[in-house]
């Protein structure tokens, strides 16, 4: 029996097929460009993979290629829809409606419905996939995994803005926060390799990609996170600004006469480390640029380090302390330079990276020194496997 994960996003919807026993991934792939004439499909494993141009007028079409795929006699992986357990689905935005994950309903599905002005790229799409399976594959339960949820345990005094209140209650205006899924599974990886019950510990997760954010996880609940009302917030990004003197958009609009969406892109598009370096949004290009003398990628990565710190920094006072510090996704896992920056000149606070550990590669491991009061770890993220864990919870 196999469980399909399914993360759909604007314009992209990506899956693994995943052996319920062993939680190994027996397949997986990728539509991109869906609702354009280029769209295709991606899929296999490694040296299997295989790229099929096809067209995708949605998400709908990109659910029966997927299954289609997995059932094709010469690649597919099974025989049967029916060998297709349950389906997870990864939903970017629960508003203030789910704190866990869901077996999905009519109730949950209007929900999610309800949601959609706060996340309007995201959540249709998701939809139009847990309708799609709905028909496609009847038989098999549907469980929602919302980005959301585990920032729901924030409190008041973290999520609140200092707006009017009405704002909140009438519009909906606060923090939710995002990457909840990788925030929770690597917090839950790291008291697993401490051997110590989460319950006890309160470890500061970063996940920084192309999107960042650093979250603090006090006894295993998220109590403050970086990422706001939407993902523009926080720590600066590979091409978004995050947290910025509101003030300066509206001078922006005032002074340039910029519209609401020409503003909404340059903050989204290009901001972060590409608007600073000027080179790209990808920091191992603005690395190799740094390395060679460019000053504004220089600039852009010494910036980058900083705004990281800083959160860090907020989060220790907010828990009173800090147990263990925990880099994830495409820079927190292979990005030692940034670590390294993070973590210049805070060994009065008993924060001591090892540098050689640091620059070494690898899975999930220790950074820190052996004499480091504060563990500091690498955890390679996961989000498909806390979903099939989930799925595996609420279906048994
Ligand atoms: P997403 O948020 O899109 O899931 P990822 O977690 O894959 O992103 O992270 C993508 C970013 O990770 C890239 O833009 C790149 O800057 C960074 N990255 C990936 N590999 C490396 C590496 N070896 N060294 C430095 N940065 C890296």
Do not use: W
Not at 199 to 221: P, Q, R
Not at 256 to 276: C, F, H, K, V, Y
């Amino acid at each position: 029996m196999f469980i399909l994960v399914i993360n759909a996003g604007s314009s992209s919807l990506k899956y693994q097929l995943v052996d319920r026993d062993t939680q190994e991934v027996v397949d997986k792939g990728l539509c991109e460009k869906i609702g354009l004439e280029d769209s295709f499909l991606k899929h296999g494993l490694d040296d299997n993979e295989v790229v099929v141009t096809l067209p995708l007028k949605d998400h709908y079409d990109a659910i029966q290629a997927v299954l289609d795929g997995l059932l094709d006699p010469e690649r597919g992986v099974i025989a049967s829809l029916e060998e297709i357990g349950a389906v997870g689905h990864r939903v970017v935005h629960g508003g203030e409606y789910f704190n866990e994950s869901v077996i999905i309903n009519d109730e949950v599905i209007a929900r999610i419905r309800e949601c959609i002005p706060l996340a309007p790229l995201h959540n249709p799409p998701s939809l139009t996939g847990i309708e799609a399976c709905t028909k496609l594959i009847p038989a098999s339960p549907q469980v929602a995994v919302f980005d959301t949820a585990f920032h729901q345990t924030l409190p008041p005094k973290a999520y609140m803005y200092p707006l009017p209140y009405d704002l909140y209650e009438e519009q909906h205006i606060r923090k939710y926060g995002f990457h909840g899924t990788s925030h929770r599974y690597v917090a839950q990886r790291t008291a697993a390799i401490l051997e110590r019950p989460l319950a006890e510990l309160k470890i500061i997760t970063c996940h920084l990609g192309n999107g960042c954010s650093i979250s603090a996880v006090d006894k295993g609940h998220s109590v403050d996170t970086s990422m706001g009302f939407t993902p523009l917030d926080g720590v600066m990004m590979g091409t978004r600004c995050g947290t910025i003197d509101p003030a300066i958009v509206i001078y922006l609009i005032k002074a340039l006469g910029l519209t609401p969406d020409e503003a909404e892109d340059l903050m989204n598009r290009q901001s972060g480390l590409l608007g600073i370096s000027g080179v790209s949004n990808d920091l191992r290009d603005i690395r190799a640029a740094a390395e060679s003398g460019h000053e504004r990628a220089l600039l852009a990565y010494e910036m980058y380090a900083n705004s990281v710190k800083r959160f860090i920094g907020q989060y220790v006072f907010a828990m009173a302390g800090v147990d263990a510090i925990v880099f994830t996704a495409g820079v927190g896992e292979n990005d030692d330079r940034t670590r390294r920056q993070v973590f210049e000149g805070l060994e009065p606070l008993g924060i001591l990276l090892d540098e050689e550990k640091n620059r070494k590669r690898g899975g999930e491991r220790f950074i820190s020194a052996e004499d480091s009061r504060v563990k500091i770890l690498v955890v390679p993220t996961n989000e498909e496997l806390m979903i099939v864990q989930d799925v595996l919870e609420l279906i048994g």
